[in-house]
């Protein structure tokens, strides 16, 4: 379609009054101070948002899609753009926003019901939120800061909720409810996300087979290690590895050491 023809249909569409599709927009304003939120952190802010179901409500809502579910789900790939280019202003590492912004984009390809968009909605803004407060851990109960350094610090060993519950003198079920409340996510799923961001390194920068990273890492076996880093990462360790590993920190052991050698000791 020409240009000369696009700008015709337009002024068309604009001279006409249609009571049942005339809106007006809702104000920015309330989307900008969501977005806000989610990349300051404010957890209990993006949860009454996501309670009240603010991202679905009609009014103000423009029309993209006659398709319901279309339109929907175009709104979450403008919100997802938005969130992720505020949290990267405000200090999320650039790489990991923008491949958490496709993580989610690509989940949101396989959905077909409004309401299954609306989920991931709110998953992906808490997920955004939980991630921007940790970067702001100032903010964070004296509980959850001594479970996310326990974390760090025993990242290679197997971490269940037992044992930061006994860590913190906490019991699992309050501990769990705590975590979830203020990082927007559970104790289990923060767990195996620190331990493929340490993966996601170690398969950059060594030279070590990915038995050797599962073994180091605590995973069950290397299947289980494949297919958890597949699934926070898109696409399996050895792909991971294909596009992004430096060969100008490849480090290679004599084959009597490998397995001494620690493979965290080049980062």
């Not at 044992?163 to 927007?184: I, Q, W």
Request: hydrophobic share 35%; with cysteine.
């Amino acid at each position: 379609m020409e240009a000369a023809e696009l700008n015709q249909e337009w002024y068309q569409q604009e001279n006409q009054i249609n009571s049942e599709e005339e809106m007006l927009h809702r104000s920015p304003a309330e989307e900008y101070a969501f977005y806000e939120a989610v990349s300051s952190g404010d957890i209990d802010a993006v949860r009454r948002n996501c309670e009240l179901r603010r991202f679905a409500d009609p009014d103000g809502m423009g029309i993209l899609s006659r398709n319901p579910v279309t339109n929907m789900k175009y709104h979450f790939v403008v919100a997802t753009a938005l969130i992720t280019r505020y949290c990267i202003t405000a200090g999320m590492e650039m790489e990991q926003a923008f491949r958490l912004s496709d993580f989610y984009i690509l989940k949101l390809d396989r959905l077909t019901t409004v309401d299954e968009v609306l989920d991931l909605h709110d998953k992906m803004s808490l997920d955004y939120t939980g991630k921007m407060r940790l970067l702001q851990r100032q903010n964070m109960s004296k509980p959850i800061t001594e479970c996310i350094e326990y974390i760090y610090v025993h990242i290679k060993e197997q971490i269940s909720v037992k044992t930061l519950a006994a860590h913190t003198g906490l019991s699992g079920s309050y501990l769990s409810r705590l975590f979830k409340e203020e990082m927007g996510i559970s104790i289990s799923d923060f767990i195996r996300e620190k331990k493929v961001e340490k993966a996601q390194h170690l398969l950059r920068y060594c030279d070590f087979s990915l038995i050797e990273i599962a073994n180091y890492l605590s995973f069950s076996s290397q299947s289980h290690f494949i297919q958890t880093f597949h699934n926070l990462v898109g696409m399996t360790p050895k792909k991971y590895r294909d596009l992004y590993f430096s060969s100008s920190w490849q480090l290679r052991l004599p084959q009597t050491q490998q397995t001494k050698q620690d493979p965290a000791s080049p980062l």
